[in-house]
DNA sequence: ACTCAATTCGAACGAACGTTCGAATTAGTG
DNA sequence: CACTAATTCGAACGTTCGTTCGAATTGAGT
């Protein structure tokens, strides 16, 4: 009968095979997907409107409703993709390395490389983190777990081989945020590339980590 | 005749004299500020009605107008509340310290107790920097502006008393995003107070400053 | 107690919101 | 071409939005 956003749909309803079915669905939202992704980028969940979105994608507002079934999961699926791909390609550039150092530098480029390439999505993904109730937010955070817990591994690893002594928690969070808050004063025509950025980056929180004095004003 | 939300309204209408005449008025808008602090906390900028706000301060939704114009308004006043108690604070911690490292770790943790103490209105200071417009954005930009540069300028010292190299602006940002992304994962059950957090990012960012080998894969 | 200004409120305004529905259009196959 | 399913749309739904207005209430000074 054809009320096709009510379910999940995935690629026109056949089980995703191998590469990529690529159907006409399937391009079509990708294409709504690029388009509500810089709405919600320069407007804000909230603050961007249904009729935004149509604006932008060039579709009717009832147009869009056969896509996705509400605005919130419209929110989710960019979310899930964003964070599904970086997940996917640190596993792969992670493959194969073993030095602990080496692997937190991959880390901190795969993510700045992503980050500076999909600015847009990236920033609705770190500042839209809460814009998710229930179900859909629940389902993101698992992935944002695994992705914590993916760099919370490499530093434990860091730690042990080296004998130093941090607080991994610490750590981790204060190294996502000087990665992610770059997405407030990032500017192409001033800022170096992502490859000299990480290299920053890398340089202060490593050199950070290691303990050349321990603590400063420790006992008391 | 009475329409006093439509000028700026200072005090009662009295030319600020020296500590604070906190008057009735006075004292009704702070209160308003502090509930609507924690729903535009809560809830976001867009995210939040006239109406909650209503509801949170216990005020009916046409007497918040008596105090302020907009609802723009009322985030601008927030804002540059915030933002001007913690640059006075932080001018006045540094005064009389001259070791340029020691003014770092000032800056760091006056600006992590300060969050910590005030984090409802850190949060709606951070996360929602872009949705003033104009005027009102304008005039926090210059107030950010010059916190930005007080933290630019230790830095600088810092570098020309020790002889370093780094980048100041990445230096700077990179900072500025490890202490304002704490609004996204503290947890006051979990972690350390401010000033061991302060302690801990310090560390991590001072150290990682000092140039023990220069870049990594220089030269090429 | 009377007065005037300061403060508060109920009720309503028009606009914009997310979403729905049935009809119209298009694309894909025989 | 004809037939069916997939896709798109105009128009409207009921709700909620930020804001306004005139009347009611309260507080302070005499």
């Known amino acids: 009968m054809g009320s096709p956003s009510t379910a999940v749909r995935v690629s026109a309803g056949r089980h995703r095979a191998a590469p990529a079915p690529a159907t006409r669905y399937d ?26 979105l149509s604006r932008a994608s060039g579709m009717s507002l009832a147009g869009l409703y056969y896509y996705f079934e ?20 640190l596993k792969a550039r992670l493959e194969g390395v073993r030095d602990p150092e080496e692997q937190v530098r991959i880390f901190i480029l795969n993510h700045l490389e ?28 698992a992935i944002k777990r695994e992705y914590y817990r993916i760099c919370v591994g490499l530093l434990e690893e860091l730690k042990r081989e080296r004998g130093l002594q941090f607080s991994t928690r610490i750590a981790v969070l204060s190294l996502f945020g000087m ?15 992502a490859e000299q950025l990480a290299g920053e980056m890398s340089d202060i929180f490593l050199r950070g980590l290691m303990n050349g004095s321990r603590a400063r004003k420790d006992g008391h």
């Open 70 to 89: 509400s605005k919130e999961r419209l929110l989710f699926l960019i979310q899930k993709h964003t964070f599904t791909t970086i997940v996917q390609r």
């Open 114 to 141: 992503y980050f500076l390439a999909n600015q847009a999505a990236m920033k609705v993904l770190s500042h839209e983190a809460d814009a998710l109730k229930n179900g859909f937010a629940s389902e993101v955070a």
């Open 27 to 52: 391009k079509r939202l990708a294409e709504i997907l690029t388009h509500a992704t810089d709405v919600f980028c320069e407007k804000g969940y909230e603050g961007a409107s249904m009729r935004d």
């Open 179 to 193: 990665m992610n808050w770059i997405y407030t004063w990032h500017n192409a025509r001033v800022d170096a590339d």
